[in-house]
């Protein structure tokens, strides 16, 4: 993230490292996490809702946590597009995570930390909500993202974070949906994605359109918390 942000403040440009150069050091950044999770927890995954049932994946976990971690560093990444967006959908998602969290033992270490990453997100919110006077860019966004991930991998509540985060889900799979479907058909599915652009393009102002995201965010993080 930092390199892509030097990249264009350097060039001054909007270009920064090409996609491939930078999935392929994110991958190689979240394999090394993936092989320690793997270690400490071994390559169990935790099936959504329930308490006691898990899936040994073997030697694919360490393919999966690194995709887990890639993913939602980058759903972060896309979903910082409106100023106070990412933050405040992080600090939702990350304060519902902590709650559930922090209820047992074996994930009460991951439940600080997510309580901790709501605490500044929204701290953070104060100085990024609309008119933005700091900006968290590629270098926060990246880092950020790949943070909950390797949250929700260390205390195996990884379907809890997508339930949780929806907002960051359904931002990255606006992108996928667009991509596919513009390669189906040459039409596009929505005016530009990710999901919030197309009410940009629609001409909502855009306090409107993150507000109503958040409030998105926040019935899917009441939702998880109310179910896990």
């Known amino acids: ?3 892509d942000d030097y990249d264009k403040v350097r ?9 491939r150069v930078r999935l392929l050091l994110e991958f190689l950044i979240a394999g090394i996490a993936a092989a320690i999770i793997m ?22 976990y360490p393919i999966f946590a690194a995709f887990v971690i890639v993913a939602f560093g980058n759903a972060v990444n896309l979903t910082d597009g409106l100023d106070g967006l990412a933050a405040g959908s992080l600090g939702i ?6 709650v559930i969290l922090l209820q047992t ?3 009460i270490g991951a439940g600080q930390m997510m309580a901790v990453l709501s605490t500044t997100a929204m ?8 008119p933005a006077r700091i900006f968290m860019g590629d270098t926060g966004a990246l880092a950020i993202g790949a943070l909950l991930g390797l949250l929700a991998l260390q205390s195996e509540r990884e379907w809890l974070l997508c339930a949780a985060g929806a907002v960051f889900a359904v931002e990255t799979l ?13 039409r596009r599915l929505l005016l ?8 940009v393009f629609r001409k909502i102002p855009e306090p409107s359109i993150v507000r109503a995201f958040w409030a998105a965010g926040l019935l899917a993080a009441t939702a998880t918390m109310l179910l896990a």
């Open 39 to 60: 270690q400490e927890n071994g390559p169990h995954l935790y099936l959504p809702f329930t308490n006691r049932y898990y899936i040994d994946l073997g030697y694919a």
């Open 123 to 130: 701290s953070f919110l104060w100085f990024n909500h609309h």
């Open 93 to 98: 998602c990350a304060a519902a995570l902590a």
């Open 1 to 3: 993230g930092f390199l």
């Open 192 to 199: 530009c994605s990710p999901l919030h652009n197309h009410y």
């Open 11 to 19: 060039k001054a440009s909007t270009a920064g490292v090409p996609g």
């Open 105 to 107: 033992t074996e994930t």
């Open 174 to 186: 606006s992108v996928v949906a667009q991509v596919v479907w513009f390669r189906c058909t040459r």
